[in-house]
């Protein structure tokens, strides 16, 4: 079945650092979405990416959908403590009902 | 303004025992998830329904049995639990009409920590 490897597994970071994480595949997805889950919630939709190529921000946070459409990044700039938690990546197919999901990259800082 | 409410939050249950998930959405979605999610594993899909009345199979479905009781309900069975169930379970949902690419899930719910011994 279809696989993402998400990478790094855990960053331990000072505040005001940037951070990047990414996201690889085997197969070619056409929608790339981006999560951060919080202790005890579930996980919230932090950024979406429908095209090849795109680029899109959220506050200090920008994605990118790879032009092979085999991968995507994360970037949080100026990090601060409430950055803190687990980013997981998640892909699918067009038409597809399903999505596949990283297996999280989990972000810590220090003050 | 709840968006995905999931009951009960925290549960225990003994090896054998069964058990419903529920889980509902008031978002007018049309397609609704289960995911259960354990460390260094990411989210698994166990079962998805994408709209009332139907429902598939996901990655991990063996143990699970699903009922989508109607646009906003979607519950999920453990009819004999295992040790190997124990994992928190997130319910999902998406699929606003009219809206492209609609059927990415993009609304979870806090989730259901289920502890079987």
């Known amino acids: 079945g279809q696989q993402l490897n998400q990478s790094p597994q855990s960053m331990f970071i000072q505040e005001g650092e940037d951070v990047s994480m990414n996201c690889t595949s085997s197969s070619i997805f056409n929608t790339w979405l981006w999560y951060k889950q919080e202790p005890g919630e579930g996980p919230v939709l932090l950024i979406a990416l429908y095209k090849a190529g795109e680029l899109t921000s959220n506050g200090r946070l920008t994605a990118q959908f790879g032009i092979t459409r085999k991968d995507s990044f994360l970037n949080i700039s100026a990090s601060i403590p409430s950055d803190v938690g687990i980013y997981f990546c998640a892909g699918a197919i067009q038409g597809a009902q399903k999505l596949v999901f990283g297996q999280g990259t989990r972000l810590t800082i220090n003050p | 303004n709840a968006g995905v409410t999931q009951t009960p939050k925290f549960q225990v249950l003994k090896t054998g025992q069964s058990m419903t998930l529920q889980c509902a959405q008031d978002?007018?979605?049309?397609?609704m998830y289960w995911y259960r999610q354990d460390p260094g594993m990411g989210l698994r899909l166990i079962y998805y329904?994408?709209?009332?009345?139907?429902?598939d199979k996901g990655e991990v479905p063996n143990g699970y049995n699903v009922s989508r009781l109607n646009k906003r309900e979607f519950s999920l069975r453990l009819e004999s639990a295992a040790p190997s169930q124990t994992s928190v379970y997130f319910c999902?949902?998406?699929?606003?009409?009219?809206?492209?690419?609609?059927?990415?899930?993009?609304?979870f719910g806090d989730g259901t920590r289920l502890s079987i011994l």
């Open positions: 999902a949902s998406s699929g606003e009409t009219g809206k492209y690419y609609s059927n990415q899930p993009q609304h």
């Open positions: 978002m007018n979605h049309n397609s």
């Open positions: 329904s994408a709209s009332e009345g139907t429902t």
